[in-house]
T-cell receptor, first 113, second 117 residues
Framework: GQNIDQPTEMTATEGAIVQINCTYQTSGFNGLFWYQQHAGEAPTFLSYNVLDGLEEKGRFSSFLSRSKGYSYLLLKELQMKDSASYLCAVRDSVDNAGNMLTFGGGTRLMVKP | DTGVSQDPRHKITKRGQNVTFRCDPISEHNRLYWYRQTLGQGPEFLTYFQNEAQLEKSRLLSDRFSAERPKGSFSTLEIQRTEQGDSAMYLC???????????????FGSGTRLTVV
């Protein structure tokens, strides 16, 4: 089966750095995605990792270790607007079987002044 | 293109009624997905279309749920005889799978929030 775990909630201070972890056990692997979702809104794409290592995009970075089934999302210079849920999702196929993503439960991040 | 559109944004219905939601994907996207999300949880896969063909359905999709994508453009998701447990956000997403078999990833719509009373 598919199992994706991430912390339910985290709190951090404006201007600080926060790391949100995600561990996964899936039947296949063809990439890991991070999405941001503000309350009542659609998830929006943040990052994609398919090879081991760090992908950096502005204030956001994402890391993947396929051998450990582990990823993290790093948010630097936190802003109040970063308060949102962060969803980790794994894509487990690349062929005609589809492109379904299996999502974790999301990590609700609260940024405090 | 204005992205993925879903209609309505909110729907309140009485238990036992039927409801239908619509999703208009990004025009050049050939794949369309329906997900369901309950409060505090991540989205759960329901079903997926490539063009007009429904290629995958989750076991979450009971016989009260049906989805169509006529002509490979917009899609509808119908829930018959709604139950209180159907209350959730229903998200639609679309993606493009090109001839090289590469998929560029999802774009989500804003969702339809269903409340069954």
């Amino acid at each position: 089966g598919q199992n994706i775990d991430q912390p339910t909630e985290m709190t951090a201070t404006e201007g600080a750095i926060v790391q949100i972890n995600c561990t996964y056990q899936t039947s296949g692997f063809n990439g890991l995605f991070w999405y941001q979702q503000h309350a009542g809104e659609a998830p929006t794409f943040l990052s994609y990792n398919v090879l081991d290592g760090l992908e950096e995009k502005g204030r956001f970075s994402s890391f993947l270790s396929r051998s450990k089934g582990y990823s993290y999302l790093l948010l630097k210079e936190l802003q109040m607007k970063d308060s949102a849920s962060y969803l980790c999702a794994v894509r487990d196929s690349v062929d005609n079987a589809g492109n379904m993503l299996t999502f974790g439960g999301g990590t609700r991040l609260m940024v405090k002044p | 293109d204005t992205g993925v559109s879903q209609d309505p944004r909110h729907k309140i219905t009485k238990r036992g009624q039927n409801v239908t939601f619509r999703c208009d994907p990004i025009s050049e996207h050939n794949r369309l997905y329906w997900y369901r999300q309950t409060l505090g949880q991540g989205p759960e896969f329901l079903t997926y279309f490539q063009n007009e063909a429904q290629l995958e359905k989750s076991r979450l999709l009971s016989d009260r749920f049906s989805a169509e994508r006529p002509k490979g453009s917009f899609s509808t998701l119908e829930i018959q005889r709604t139950e209180q447990g159907d209350s959730a956000m229903y998200l639609c997403a679309s993606s493009l799978r090109d001839r090289g078999l590469w998929d560029y990833g999802y774009t989500f719509g804003s969702g339809t929030r269903l409340t069954v009373v």
